[in-house]
């Protein structure tokens, strides 16, 4: 059974950090691509960031380059988004999927809040 779990999320103020982990089992973890996406209240989901099976290729989205980044540990079937210099646009739903092209398992999501 695929399980894909976020932990990590919560309130924090403007300028302030975060780190999302997203623990996956039921497949093999290290042949697939993760990514982290998110969506914002009245707004639709988007690519925050992927990474490659090996962890060698990362890419992200516009708006979170330079701030956020992805990693993962394949011992620990487990990805990671380090969130610094966070902004109010970042409050959203964050969801870790597995794929890199194309999502094809999810988790439920976990909520970050930016609000002084």
């Known amino acids: 059974q695929v399980q894909i779990v976020e932990s990590g999320g919560g309130w924090v103020q403007p300028g302030g950090s975060l780190r999302l982990s997203c623990k996956a089992s039921g497949f093999f973890f290290s042949s697939y691509g993760m990514s982290w996406h998110r969506q914002g209240p009245g707004k639709e989901r988007e690519l925050v960031a992927r990474?490659?099976?090996?962890?060698?290729?990362?890419t992200y989205g516009d708006s979170v380059k330079g701030r956020f980044t992805i990693s993962r540990d394949n011992d620990k079937n487990t990805v990671y988004l380090q969130m610094n210099s966070l902004k109010s646009g970042d409050t959203a739903v964050y969801y870790c999927s597995a794929g890199f092209s194309v999502s094809v398992y999810w988790g439920q999501g976990t909520q970050v809040t930016v609000s002084s």
């Open positions: 990474i490659s099976s090996t962890g060698g290729t990362t």
